[in-house]
């Protein structure tokens, strides 16, 4: 079974910085160890539904975000720890939600939330003004 571990949230002032981390761990249906093609960060803020942040292709390192972060935010792997960090610099306080990370078994990045397999219970980040 797969599984997605995020860590990182806190509350935070605006314009802070905050790493986001998630772990995927388990095995495929195969049996073999899950390997994710793409990786990806939504967030859901009180009251809204749940939008795409970043994301992430494993082979070819492609990289897509959301337009409110670019520049802001960097989606990356970290080969050491096994994780995809989501570093967020310059917060503010619409940036404040449950992050969620999501895994995907096949194909590229995308903004799609469908397209993905497994996801993480979420980790909320709260910015004040």
């Known amino acids: 079974q797969v599984q997605l571990v995020e860590s990182g949230g806190g509350q935070v002032q605006a314009g802070d910085s905050l790493t986001l981390s998630c772990t995927a761990s388990?095995?495929?249906?195969?049996?073999?160890?899950?390997?994710?093609?793409?990786m990806a960060w939504f967030r859901q803020a009180p009251m809204k539904e749940r939008e795409f942040v970043a994301a992430?292709?494993?082979?070819?390192?492609?990289?897509l975000y959301e337009d409110s972060v670019k520049g802001r935010f960097t989606i990356d792997r970290d080969n050491a720890k096994s994780t995809v960090d989501l570093q967020m610099n310059s917060l503010k306080p619409e940036d404040t939600a449950v992050y969620y990370c999501?895994?995907?078994?096949?194909?590229?990045?995308?903004?799609?939330?469908?397209?993905?397999?497994?996801w993480g219970q979420g980790t909320l980040v709260t910015v004040s003004s």
């Open positions: 992430f292709t494993w082979s070819g390192g492609r990289r």
């Open positions: 388990g095995r495929a249906a195969s049996g073999r160890a899950f390997s994710p093609y793409a």
């Open positions: 999501a895994a995907r078994r096949l194909g590229q990045a995308t903004m799609n939330p469908r397209a993905y397999d497994y």
